[in-house]
């Protein structure tokens, strides 16, 4: 098993690959606004870190949000057209899962990452492998205010949410968390069957998931002018 994993949901441009049993290799770069011209020499990056081709690639991962809408979208249609052209499944794995489970943490806390708009995406979390609800979308003073978070949005609103709470785990989905979780996931029987019934709880088919509507609309009809 090659497990190729990208995620576009923040402003962490993060690739990777996954053997099955290690992280082989990672690259990430934090920028908010070249998703599109970063995702695919990330990838070429670990690719060629790890001594591998893109033909060898048994298996695709994105993330799939809660993330602005453009970003997210660069990710889960690289996937979908990579996993198209080499005959291979792909999947989606929540954003915010790819927080959790690379803050390595056996309590209960909370994700959160940027939402723009004075918002957050979160999540709880009773350990780095198990969501209990979530993902949704709030203001940082409307978050659960018993729990501990992790994640660059709860680091952006430190004095809203308590500075106490911030621990210390990584603040991005990167990709090394996220292909490692998916590999967990992927040795299951039948694991595409229950991928398409929806019903597994980390693996998803590559679908964005919205909170909130776009900001780009539609333009209405012109208003009819009179003579």
């Not at 780095?128 to 949704?136: D, E, I, K, N, V």
């Amino acid at each position: 098993m090659l497990v190729l994993a990208f995620d576009t949901a923040t402003p962490a441009v993060t690739a990777a690959l996954h053997d099955g049993e290690r992280v082989l290799a990672e690259s990430t770069t934090v920028d908010a606004r070249r998703h599109g011209e970063l995702l695919v020499p990330t990838i070429e990056t670990v690719l060629r870190e790890a001594g591998a081709v893109l033909a060898d690639v048994t298996v695709v991962v994105a993330g799939a949000g809660p993330g602005p809408y453009t970003g997210l979208r660069v990710g889960l249609m690289t996937a979908q057209a990579l996993a198209a052209s080499l005959g291979v499944p792909a999947y989606g794995v929540c954003t915010l899962d790819a927080v959790a489970y690379g803050s390595g943490l056996s309590e209960p806390f909370l994700v959160a990452t940027d939402a723009r708009r004075k918002e957050v995406f979160w999540g709880h979390y009773e350990d780095m492998r198990t969501r209990l609800s979530g993902p949704a979308v709030s203001r940082p003073h409307d978050l659960p205010a018993d729990l501990p978070l992790v994640g660059a949005g709860a680091r952006m609103y430190a004095e809203v949410v308590g500075a106490s709470r911030l621990l210390d785990a990584p603040e991005y989905p990167f990709a090394g968390a996220l292909a490692s979780l998916a590999a967990e996931q992927l040795g299951e029987p039948d694991i595409r069957e229950v991928v398409e019934s929806g019903t597994h709880p980390v693996l998803s088919t590559p679908r964005p998931v919205y909170l909130r509507r776009p900001d780009a609309q539609v333009p209405a009809a012109p208003k009819k002018v009179g003579t």
